[in-house]
């Protein structure tokens, strides 16, 4: 009976440890749940102890079994000596202690004890055949413990029994390494770090991904039983739908059934998945450029993800630029503004960064100084024959390469590198109006950049006439329509008279012609710088009446109208012979009637 009370209290001591590491009681620290298991296992220890009595010839035997108790009646026991060492296969947390008991059914026992490299200290509580001692401060990572027993019984000797003694150091420090931005395609790593754990072959690292397992590693075969710690890596490829999922690294320290599973969780990490295939896109608004003056430049990439992330850098001749970004669906453009002020050869660079992919476009920008030039005329208002001098010249500084020339309309007059040029020409009249060009001449990458300054010559002489421009002779009908034409040239423009025998004749309007327009008309052309005179010869033919074609013609009416009366005369006459005899005919056939009517009868 008093055995089986003993057995009930250690079997309730191990539901109290049950229930605690279940939280059933309000434990609101880890550290005093800790300190309540430990005390509890202290007591089932010393009821385990105080329970065994060799001194019975029937033994009972109690066992733990994954915190349970099973009291079993050992029924008609040897009597052979035996030593045993419990437990069998303690578990220490590195710097903590262990109680080690040594037990034997020995009735002469001469000495019983623990070997051992660790500081001990005797239990206080012991039995006639067994002793308890506490292993304290255990810092050995493989410390040994050995019961032995000297039996004056006269049995054989018992080899020392040993227990296999775990030291352990749980995961308290776990890190899963920051997860860098990943292009979707690309593989990376997955490392979790973990710190000072000991005995690494009871570990088991798990990977999650988005909370549920992913991969899993155990150490089995790891037979350093030292704390250290594990790195342990497992390499994936990035997939677009694993943007933003979170990631984590759980250890665990499986040191059941003799105590419990130790875990321990790192902070989760967010993975971030970047799709960028294509280069940038670099353009601007020209390929050269005149110094200090604006061009517009614009960045494009397209398809890229995610497009509110791009980074953009767009640098001109090794300056950064202030540049706008716009997004739209996956993709961006960044613009800017740019005003060079140095000539020459000058690099724009567009770099586009999104996670751990960085591209680039680059685009050569020629930049020139192209100062307007001047051209300067001795005299912009000449007289016929006189020499006029033009200069070409360039008001700054130009770019290497310029070629300055002097040329009018039609050709080029002179030609040359940066100094001025100077042209001379002796004003003629069809020099008037003539227009004359200082042009400066650049070719950049192959393409021609001009600036030029015109100037029109005017150039004054005296009025001139010819044939052409008034004729020295006109021939009209009397009473026809005609107009006098008269004009001429020169600069200014002359005002032309003409007029016969002083008297002004009106020019350029049409007249109907008589014959006092017959004669010579004198014509002047005058301006400020002489005039010219024209004579002219108007002849007009006057209409004269022809008596012997009118005589003619009077013979011929008359005649004509006399053999028309004559033929009327004959006519008439033989129309009224025609009539007469008729009548007389009527006459004769009205008797030959009336005499046959009578029946021919005589008359009377």
């Known amino acids: 009976m008093q055995r089986l009370l003993m057995c009930l209290l250690v079997s309730a001591v191990v539901s109290a440890e049950t229930f605690l590491e279940r939280r059933v009681f309000l434990v ?42 099973e009291c079993v009646v050992l029924a008609g026991a040897q009597e052979s000596v035996f030593l045993r060492i419990w437990p069998e296969k303690p578990v220490v947390e590195f710097g903590g202690f262990v109680v080690i008991n040594c037990t034997t059914n020995c009735r002469d026992i001469a000495s019983l004890g623990v070997e051992t490299s660790l500081r001990k200290e005797n239990v206080p509580e012991r039995g006639t055949s067994w002793i308890a001692f506490r292993l304290l401060n255990v810092t050995d990572w493989t410390p040994r413990a050995l019961c032995y027993l000297d039996c ?34 690309k593989e990376y790593n997955l490392t979790c770090r973990v710190f000072d754990v000991a005995p690494i072959r009871n570990l088991t690292v798990t990977f999650l991904r988005g909370g549920e397992k992913l991969h899993q590693e155990t150490f089995e075969g790891h037979s350093d039983a030292t704390a250290g710690d594990r790195v342990v890596t497992h390499r994936l490829t990035a997939q677009r739908a694993d943007h933003g999922v979170e990631f984590g690294c759980h ?40 110094s200090n003056t604006e061009m517009h430049v614009q960045c494009d990439v397209a398809g890229v993800f ?24 996956d993709g961006v453009t960044a613009q800017a503004q740019v005003s060079p002020s140095s000539a020459g050869e000058h690099e724009l660079i567009c770099t586009v960064s999104l996670g751990p992919v960085t591209r680039t476009a680059a685009k050569t920008v020629h930049i020139y100084r192209l ?49 001025p040029l100077h042209v001379a020409v002796t004003a003629q009249e069809e020099d008037d109006g003539r227009e004359f060009t200082c042009e400066v001449l650049l070719v950049v990458d192959g393409q021609s950049v001009l600036k030029n300054t015109s100037v029109k010559l005017t150039v004054f002489y005296a009025p001139q006439m010819n044939d052409s421009s008034c004729p020295k002779s006109f021939t009209w009908k009397e009473g026809s329509e005609e107009t006098f034409i008269c004009s001429a040239w020169g600069n200014p423009a002359p005002t032309v008279e003409c007029s016969k025998d002083n008297t002004p004749y009106v020019i350029g309007i049409q007249q109907r012609i008589t014959k006092e327009q017959d004669g010579i008309y004198r014509c002047n052309a005058t301006n400020l710088y002489g005039s010219v005179v024209q004579r002219v010869t108007v002849r007009v033919e006057v209409h004269q009446v022809d008596t012997l074609a009118i005589s003619l013609a ?18 008439y006459q033989a129309h009224k012979i025609r009539k ?25």
């Open 152 to 185: 004056e019984d006269g049995g054989e000797d018992l080899d020392p029994q040993g227990a296999n003694i775990t030291v352990y150091r749980a995961p308290n420090h776990v890190v899963l390494d920051p997860l860098p931005k990943v292009e979707v395609g």
């Open 371 to 419: 100062p307007q030039p001047t051209l300067h005329i001795s005299h912009q208002e000449t007289l016929v024959n006189e020499t006029v001098t033009f200069t070409c010249r360039s008001q700054g500084t130009e770019s290497p390469g310029t070629t300055m020339r002097i040329r009018d309309t039609k050709q080029i007059l002179k030609s040359g590198g940066h100094g």
């Open 251 to 290: 250890a665990g320290l499986d040191l059941r059934p003799e105590t419990e599973l130790f875990e321990k969780a790192s902070h989760n990490q967010s993975l971030g998945t970047v799709v960028f295939s294509v280069d940038p896109h670099l353009q601007t608004s020209q390929n050269i450029l005149e």
């Open 554 to 571: 009077v013979v011929c009416v008359v005649a004509v109208a006399s053999a028309a009366a004559v033929a009327y005369k004959m006519y």
């Open 28 to 69: 609101t620290s880890e550290e005093w749940q800790r300190v309540l298991l430990n005390l509890l296992g202290i007591c089932r220890h010393i009821l385990l102890l105080l329970y065994v009595d060799v001194h019975y010839k029937y033994l009972w035997e109690v066992t733990l079994k994954e915190k349970s108790v």
């Open 306 to 329: 995610p497009a509110e992330e791009a980074q953009f850098d767009l640098t001109f001749a090794g300056e950064s630029l202030n540049c706008s970004i716009s997004v739209s669906g």
């Open 580 to 604: 007469y005899r008729l009548k007389k005919q009527q006459a004769a056939g009205t008797a030959m009637e009336e005499k046959c009517l009578n029946g021919n009868a005589p008359t009377v």
